[in-house]
């Protein structure tokens, strides 16, 4: 059923980490079509591959072989500049890897993502406070990072990483850190952003009791997408 059109796709991709231990094949030849306005997980085992795809979705990583489309171009044949550029414009990212601005407040950490993505400045205020209270932040806007808990920040780093209303959100385990209602909270949040604003997102998680309510699973099993893959149903 392809009522939804696809905002991402990967074709044959390969990534093979070296090192003096030898080299690991972290994914095989894995081709995948994620659906506009939906929430699509990849899931697995722990060391199944999951960070390193996504991380190569979301062009922080370049594979070995193999190639990612976004909105239809080649990712992997765009120059650093227009990668860039792409990805700070259209996508939204929660990464561990990416931190917050230490020295900055919760609101400045929202409010400088929006100024980065050219989010125009009238607005950017109350984009930033209306985030932080989708988040359910607002009383903690005016605190600096390491005053808040785990969860807390990683709350902080979804409302930047969805402010400046990117095509596609990439999270990589954001409910890891977090308690179940916290968990719960936060798709509530993505799930506002698909149906408000025809948002994608796309995760990574462990949680099984987040697979039913995606739209699209895909599993990673030693790198490769297993067999027994779910692609999903259509929305209601
Ligand atoms: N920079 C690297 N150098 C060498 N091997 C790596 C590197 N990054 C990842 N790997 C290996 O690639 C495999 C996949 O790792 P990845 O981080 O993608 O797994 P994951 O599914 O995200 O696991 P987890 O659920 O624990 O986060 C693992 O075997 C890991 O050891
Ligand atoms: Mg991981």
Redesign the pocket.
């Known amino acids: 059923m392809q009522n939804h059109a696809e905002i991402l796709r990967t074709e044959r991709l390969c990534?093979t980490?070296?090192?003096p231990?030898g080299e690991?094949r972290?994914?095989r030849d894995v081709s995948l079509s994620v659906r506009a306005g939906g929430l699509t997980i990849l899931n697995?085992?722990?060391?199944?591959?999951?960070?390193?795809?996504?991380?190569l979705l979301a062009t922080l990583d370049r594979p070995t072989s193999g190639q990612v489309f976004f909105e239809g171009r080649d990712m992997t044949s765009l120059g650093e500049r227009e990668r860039d550029r792409i990805r700070r414009t259209r996508a939204g990212i929660v990464f561990q890897s990416i931190a917050l601005m230490s020295n900055m407040t919760a609101y400045e950490n929202v409010e400088f993502g929006l100024r980065v993505a050219g989010f125009p400045a009238s607005g950017r205020k109350e984009r930033a406070l209306a985030c932080l209270e989708l988040v359910g932040l607002s009383k903690r806007a005016a605190h600096l990072p390491q005053e808040l808990s785990g969860g807390e920040q990683q709350r902080v780093a979804i409302a930047r990483a969805i402010a400046h209303q990117p095509a596609v959100v990439f999270a990589?385990?954001p409910t890891a850190q977090l308690d179940s209602t916290m968990g719960l909270q936060v798709i509530a949040v993505f799930k506002k952003l698909i149906e408000e604003q025809g948002a994608t997102i796309v995760m990574?998680t462990?949680d099984p009791d987040l697979m039913q309510i995606a739209d699209q699973v895909y599993t990673?099993r030693d790198?490769l997408l297993t067999d027994g893959r779910e692609d999903g149903h259509d929305p209601v």
Do not use: M, P, Q, Y
């Open positions: 990534r980490f070296s090192s231990a690991v972290a994914l697995g085992k722990s060391g199944s591959g999951k960070t390193t795809l996504i991380n990589d385990e990574t462990h990673l790198g």
